[in-house]
């Protein structure tokens, strides 16, 4: 709409006919307080803190009901309006129970920030206040009527943004509750988002609830651990005598990529750190074959002797190196370069969860044809391809229903079974089992499978889309339905994989073929810097373990994954194999290890990953541990005590020490944090440390194809792209994606790590006991 | 397997037909339900979740929005006193009293037996007649103490049934609205005999822009209270639309203070079928709802039996009177909920959500029922209508006073002489309406305040009742014409009981929506209570005007106002009183009541 210009207490503002007047306001730096307004979801005029005056009008109106229009005139602060925002807040404080001293939100309540503000200090209230006892509905949720303020916020983030529609409204008047839809309990996706959004204590969360108070943390933000989406998260850290845990996880300044989003198992599944059959000591296996706790130096010496001794006598072919898909794309690059310059070995792999080397291949010599989650969430029209999104992606179903929701982005869902996202989709293309390497043909026209003109003629219609698809394409089923893409206009890709750097473990060359960026190993003259990089391909998960049976693997390095509950493997096999394994928990893998080192969460560590559409974002160390190390630190550990010179694996000192070491930082507050973002994204930042990720990132950008990033806003807390339309199509070589097992976690579960958060288990455990939530 | 009857299983299979969307058929379909299982059970919900899909918690937030919706069993008959003001007036709290002690039971209580339950309600429109209670749907007014036990004894043998109200006349009243009452016209045939329907006919001839002329000409103001030009509004309309258009009439005849309506519907049910058939013309609709407020069952009876015998005669259906027209008439009730009066909170009610009045704009005209345009007027209005159209419209003006067209349904209440609904031309003396029509304050006593408008408009004093009753001249003396309810307060009331016994029923009735709504009049009910108790400070008087001077205009529906303009009134008019009650002192005009923290 066109532009108007009107006056907000004097200022003359611009906005488009038709925003709403708080809206206008806050984007012109006018803050005008309310309770109910959220942006983004319906709108209810129920608090009437928003209260402005209008010129012209007798009544004091809501700001965030009025529009604006040509040559409006508004006073937003005045003593009318002060009076009426500071009534309000005595009406609400008369039955508010004042418990602040011991209420969650205390210190962070928007009730308390307006009594404050408007100065209703003084309580009006004689009567007898109304006691009603908490209830918990969930492991997640508890709910404390008496401090609801009834701003509805809740309701709608349920209904309208989750499309769970657990919450409503019942009773009438001063009796008026909110009710959960199982009656004394929550049948739901156990989000949490109705904690996040309460304005106050009245929804609090299970796993925070009486811990802390909110200016007992610090906040880091940083990535969530679990799935493949990369939500950022803001942990809540405290100190504790072996370390700093973590008592919250939230998104408190909705900056990130996720805005307002966080599910399950980002809010609640953080727990694992915490748990108690966490590894803190190096452990090694003794003369009578049983684990026993270690020094760091012994075990680290123990380690490193074994593959040296086995990459010297046997040649790095007798060595296996397994990748993780949590850990940063530093030490997933790191230990591909370990392995490949130090170890001498092209036995590589990860757990492939989905085929990312096709996707890679598909898009050789496209630029910009990759959709990132933002992408998604406003894209005009969307076409998924299989997957349950409300599932294994929540923040990817989050960004379509809001799409669809506040921008009227059409989506079309082929899939082979109902999905609850169907609710939200333009038209559907309900596929056999089976059924889905017969869509690329579809869309080209081909009635042969599938028949359902509509759906096709519907979304040959867009002359603008994103494909979404899940795992249930690998090899060449992904390079034919990229390829139908650049046939019509403006086609873009999204491929949907398991965990938090899944994509990262790919993209950074943990595969027995492929360097970063997909380079395969057999190209000429590729990553010519590293010294002594095997020529051939080497061998693959499965045939690593094969060799191990067959006794021809002398070593084993696993970090931060449980292949042997994977693949099933039989630990009777590994007898001739030297295992070292680097995790947080003795999983089955670490069981049959000879050494095992503990290793630090992805919450304890700095670095960056790259989510499943390319987005790239910093990780910052939040928690902290006694006897923990980061992969990355022992990877360097390791090469040392190999005796190696630690600087040719990781850059640092390299002239990377040209920054003035904070002579020219400001004293004011708040500078020197961005003085300390701009001089990391110039590359100014000091890597004084061989410890230091960014280092290794230095490198990764100038050697991995595709990874050029933008720094500063990498640096400062944002996404940044990843163009994976890099690789050389002359390079290209086949998949394999037979290896591609996907993980299918579904809302409480997350691989191996999941078993181990008591959170997640519990919300599983009561959606088993009350789960009736229809899904579709 | 449907846990209802055969019956009422193919009721409701009909009943979600009745509407444009399913979800229309909800509240009624829970009063029904329980109707015949007593109460809303969880399988009750369960069912009518599954008839409506809609999700089980939709289903409960809604049914616990409306009073009359209940969830645990009550006795065979509940017997239901209204302790409202016009009610309470008449020796309500005696009547209360007396059942107690008959039936041994307290408020919400069940009788051993199952045979009884009791319940203090809000007004249910029977203010002229007071006090009222009812027994399930029966009324039963005009009563003393000495009445209780027969009424029981009647119900413990199974013949209950009461007679209609009393008809009141008096000289000076102009009979328009009112014309046909208690001459059987709620039988078509007999309405036909009385000239009815030849309004629409004139109507069908001579188009919609000749209705909205004469709509206009006649000055006919709101009824419902807001007093707004019902041709102007209907002028409101868009000609064009995508969604259908449709008609509303308001029949939650709700404020206390007020019963006009509960005749109109009783005595000349047609007259809202006419002036509902030509409020449709005007606009270009096909479908019109009229909505009864629950207690009003058994005149949702009569309205339907005159729906049935229009569409009979082809007065409704494809082509009325022979037309090329189609109109529908659908009779829906609700189920306990003054808020539902508002507007917009009636349309959400009729689209079976909890009666929340939505954000204005857009406004009715434009964007109304189920997205339509709608018009929306009170039953007397419609009523109106067709006797504006007769007429003609300056002649129907001409009755009445400048710029309030013609007469008005007076519901006179409390303590006169001769309380009962009258007739008279806007304008009409209201010193005169009390102490002439309505035959003065009762037993010679001495005239106190009167409420001129329901129990929303604020009060005056014996020294301000010299006014013409329109909306301007009422609106001048600094109150409002409303719903046109004259209660009349003599000597003997406290006002501080006055004053309570009205906020007690806005708190009662608010929908919770918004803040300052919800806690303001709970929090000047507890304040009145404490204080009529004896337990009031001196700062209390100050408090209590505070907080009505900051939820006027300050809420989100006119609801907020009506609660706090009388309470002002109470509070400035009458501060002596109040003060009278303060260091303990006993109330000096009731018995002294127990501290109750509600």
């Known amino acids: 709409m066109a532009d108007v210009t009107f006056t907000v207490d004097g200022k003359k503002l611009t906005a488009p006919a038709g925003t709403l007047l708080i809206d206008a306001c806050r984007k012109a730096g006018i803050e005008i307080p309310a309770f109910c307004y959220y942006p983004g979801l319906s709108l209810q005029a129920a608090c009437r803190m928003c209260v402005v005056r209008q010129e012209k009008v007798p009544k004091l109106q809501t700001a965030c009901t009025t529009t604006v229009a040509e040559g409006q005139v508004f006073i937003t602060e005045s003593e009318e309006i002060a ?54 509905w969930s492991p997640a949720v508890f709910f404390d009527r008496p401090r609801c303020i009834l701003c509805y916020r809740c309701i709608r983030v349920c209904g309208e943004g989750m499309d769970v529609w657990a919450l409503g409204v019942q009773n009438r008047g001063v009796h008026s509750t909110i009710a959960p839809n199982g009656g004394d309990h929550l049948d739901c996706e156990q989000c949490g988002m109705c904690i996040d959004i309460c304005p106050v204590g009245a929804l609090t969360s299970g796993s925070y609830r009486y811990k802390t108070r909110p200016w007992e943390m610090n906040h880091v933000s940083t990535v969530c651990t679990h799935c493949a989406d990369g939500c950022k998260v803001t942990l809540g ?57 270690a020094t760091w130096e012994h075990a680290l010496r123990l380690a490193a002797s074994k593959l040296k001794e086995v990459r010297d006598s046997r040649g790095g072919a007798a060595i296996g190196v397994v990748g993780s898909s949590r850990t940063t794309n530093e030490e997933n690059y790191l230990l591909q370069k370990f392995a490949r310059t130090v170890l001498r070995t092209n036995n590589i792999d990860h757990q492939r969860s989905t085929d990312y080397a096709a996707f890679g291949r598909a898009l050789a010599g496209h630029n910009h044809k990759t959709a990132s989650l933002r992408d998604i969430a406003t894209a005009p029209a969307i076409l998924l391809v299989g997957g349950n999104p409300t599932e294994e992606h929540p923040l990817l179903a989050w960004n379509l229903r809001t799409n669809v929701r506040l921008n009227r982005a059409r989506l079309y869902i082929a899939n082979s079974k109902p999905i609850k996202l169907e609710r939200q989709a333009e038209a559907t293309l309900r596929l056999r089992a089976h059924g889905y390497q017969a869509i690329p043909a579809y869309l080209g026209g081909s009635d042969d499978t599938i028949k359902n003109a509509v759906f096709r003629k519907a979304v040959l219609a867009e002359d603008s889309l994103v494909v979404v698809f899940g795992q249930e394409f690998r090899g060449q089923a992904v390079e034919s339905l990229v390829a139908w ?178 002579q020219s930082r400001g004293a004011q507050a708040g500078e020197a944090d961005r003085h300390a973002v701009w001089l990391a994204a110039n590359n100014l930042e000091p890597r004084l440390s ?63 790590l999941g078993r181990y958060s008591p959170a997640l288990k519990e919300l599983a455990k009561h959606q088993a006991r009350y789960g009736g939530l229809k899904i579709l | 397997m449907s846990i209802f009857s055969p019956q009422l299983a193919a009721r409701f299979d009909a009943l979600v037909q009745k509407y444009p969307v399913r979800r229309s058929a909800l509240v009624p379909m829970l009063l029904y339900a329980q109707d015949e299982i007593g109460y809303l059970s969880d399988a009750v919900i369960a069912e009518v979740a599954e008839r409506i ?119 000076d009243e102009v009979k328009i609205v009112s014309r046909r009452f208690g001459l059987g016209a709620a039988k078509i045939d007999r309405y036909l005999e009385l000239g009815g329907y030849a309004a629409t006919k004139k109507c069908l001839e001579l188009g919609p822009d000749w209705i909205i002329n004469e709509m206009k000409a006649g000055n006919l103001r709101g009824r419902g209270g807001a007093g707004f030009s019902a041709g102007l509004k209907w002028s409101f309309v868009p000609k064009k639309s995508a969604k259908p258009k449709y008609v509303l009439v308001n029949g939650d005849e709700s404020e206390p203070g007020t019963c006009k309506d509960h005749l109109i519907f009783l005595h000349d049910p047609h007259a809202v079928i006419e002036g509902t058939i030509i409020a449709g013309l005007a606009i270009g609709a096909k479908v019109g709802f009229i909505y009864l407020r629950g207690e009003y069952r058994y005149l949702l009876e009569i309205m339907e039996e005159a729906v049935a015998d229009a569409y009979a005669k082809g007065f409704l259906g494809k082509n009325i009177f022979g037309s090329e027209t189609e109109f529908h008439i659908v009779t829906h009730t609700g189920a306990g909920a003054y808020e539902v009066g508002e507007e917009s909170a009636l349309m959400e009610s009729l689209e079976g959500k909890r009666g929340i009045p939505r954000i204005k704009p857009p406004y009715p005209a434009v964007v109304g029922l189920y997205g339509g345009p709608t018009i929306i007027n009170n039953a007397e209005t419609i009523a109106t209508v067709p006797h504006v159209i007769e007429m003609g419209g300056a002649a129907y003006a001409a009755v009445g006073s400048p710029r309030n067209g013609g007469t008005r349904l007076f519901s006179i209440s409390g303590h006169v002489e001769r309380p ?27 005239l106190k305040a009167v409420v001129p408008g329901g129990s929303s408009t604020p009060v005056l004093l014996p020294e301000e009742i010299d006014i013409g009753m329109d909306f301007d001249q009422v609106g001048k003396a600094g109150s409002m014409l409303g719903s046109a309810g004259v209660v009349v307060i003599d000597d003997q009331t406290c006002m501080v009981e006055f004053a309570l016994r009205t906020i007690s029923f806005y708190q009662h009735e608010s929908c919770g929506w918004c803040i300052p709504c919800r806690e303001g009049t709970d929090w000047l009910k507890k304040s009145l209570t404490r204080f009529h108790a004896g337990f009031g400070t001196a700062k209390d008087i100050d408090n209590i005007q505070y907080l009505a001077e900051n939820m006027m205009g300050r809420t989100f529906c006119p609801f907020g106002d009506a609660a706090a303009m009388p309470t002002l009134a109470f509070v400035k008019k009458f501060r002596k009183e109040f003060e009278e009650h303060l260091n303990g002192k006993p109330c000096p005009f009731t018995k002294q009541v127990d501290l109750v923290v509600v």
């Open chain 1, 83 to 136: 009076q009426a925002r500071k009534a309000t807040i005595e009406l609400l404080l008369g039955n508010h129970p004042l418990d602040c001293p011991v209420c969650d939100a205390g210190g962070e309540c928007e009730l308390q920030d307006m009594t404050f503000k408007y100065g209703a200090g003084e309580s009006l209230y004689a009567e007898a206040k109304e006691h009603r006892e908490e209830q918990q």
């Open chain 1, 237 to 293: 850290v405290r100190q504790t005598n072996d370390g700093s845990e973590i008592v919250r996880a939230d998104n408190r300044d909705k900056s990130g990529i996720n805005g307002d989003f966080l599910c399950a198992k980002g809010r609640f599944g953080f727990d694992f750190v915490e748990n108690p059959e966490r590894l803190t000591q190096p452990l090694v296996r003794n003369t009578e074959g049983k684990l026993e706790p």
């Open chain 1, 485 to 662: 893409g650049p046939t019509r206009g403006n086609v873009r890709y999204a491929f949907l994989g398991d965990h938090s750097n899944s994509r990262g473990a790919a993209d950074m060359g943990l595969l027995p073929d492929l360097l970063p960026g997909y380079v395969p190993v057999t190209a000429p003259g590729a990553f010519a810097e590293y010294a002594g990089l095997p020529a051939t391909s080497g061998k693959t998960l499965p045939e690593i373990f094969k060799a191990a049976g067959k006794g021809e693997l002398g070593a084993l390095l696993v970090v931060g994954a449980n292949p042997v509950a994977r693949l099933g493997v039989d630990p009777a096999a590994m007898k001739n194999t030297f295992v070292i394994v680097q995790d947080l928990f003795l999983t089955e893998t670490a069981a049959m290890a000879d050494v095992v080192l503990p290793a630090a969460s992805l919450y304890e560590k700095s670095g960056t990953v790259t989510n499943t559409y390319g987005d790239v974002q910093l990780v910052k160390k939040a928690a902290d541990r006694a006897g923990v190390k980061p992969d990355f630190e022992i990877l360097v550990r390791l090469a040392g005590a190999m005796g190696v010179d630690v600087k040719t694996l990781v850059p640092f000192g390299k002239g990377g020490v040209t920054a003035d070491l904070g």
């Open chain 1, 690 to 752: 061989p410890f230091d990720p960014l280092a290794v990132l230095d490198e990764i950008e100038r050697l991995v194809p595709g990874y050029t990033l933008d720094r500063i806003n990498l640096f400062g807390g944002n996404d940044v792209r990843t163009e994976p339309g890099f690789v050389p199509v002359a390079a290209l070589t086949e998949t394999a994606p037979a290896l591609v097992v996907p993980a299918h976690d579904a809302l409480f579960t997350s691989g191996t």
């Open chain 2, 53 to 171: 899909g809609i999700t089980e918690l939709e289903v409960r937030n809604v049914a616990t929005y409306y009073s009359m919706l209940r969830f645990k069993p009550v006795g065979k008959y509940n017997v239901q006193v209204c302790t409202n003001i016009s009610c309470m007036l008449r020796g309500a709290h005696e009547i209360y009293e007396r059942f107690q002690e008959e039936l041994d039971i307290g408020h919400k209580g069940v009788t051993p037996d199952g045979l009884f339950s009791l319940e203090e309600v809000e007004c249910i429109g029977a203010c002229s007649w007071a006090p009222a209670i009812q027994v399930n749907y029966d009324f039963h007014d005009g009563l003393t103490p000495e009445h209780v036990p027969g009424i029981l004894a009647r119900y413990r043998q199974l013949e209950g049934k009461a007679a209609p109200p009393q008809l009141v006349f008096h000289p």
């Open chain 2, 420 to 446: 009962g609904v009258y007739e008279l031309p806007m304008g009409y003396n209201l010193k005169k309406m009390i102490y002439e029509v309505a035959g003065g304050i009762r037993g010679g006593r001495t």
